[in-house]
Nanobody, 122 residues
């Protein structure tokens, strides 16, 4: 029904930058919120940043001031600009998309991407 694909991950040195992209496709009436989550080995998945359709944003304290989330509603795409990367940012980053399946009945569906690996190392 809906496919979510992330891209842009890779290996960077501390202090470097990466830009992640996430594109949603398929049967989409409207996308409500989009966000990025990450999971490091042996750790729980945690919220990184979210953004509403009206571009209101929310960030984890650990990335505030370094990461910027944005979206292009026309392209059903969300981005995560990551600057001043630290080794602690190393994780698999997952895109989350909340799709409106029926606005009349307030029905929503949630989809996840397969993840893209970000490794920050010297």
């Amino acid at each position: 029904q809906v496919q979510v694909v992330e891209s842009g991950g890779g290996l960077v040195q501390p202090g470097g930058s990466l830009r992640l992209s996430c594109a949603a496709s398929g049967s989409i009436f409207s996308i409500n919120a989009m966000g990025w989550y990450r999971q490091a080995p042996g750790k729980q998945r945690e919220l990184v940043a979210t953004i509403t359709r009206s571009h209101s944003t929310n960030y984890a304290d650990s990335v505030k001031g370094r990461f910027t989330i944005s979206r292009d509603n026309a392209k059903n795409t969300v981005y995560l600009q990551m600057n001043s990367l630290k080794p602690e940012d190393t994780a698999a980053y997952y895109c989350n998309v909340v799709v409106v399946s029926s606005s009349a009945f307030r029905l929503y569906d949630e989809y996840w991407g397969q993840g893209t690996q970000v490794t920050v190392s010297s």
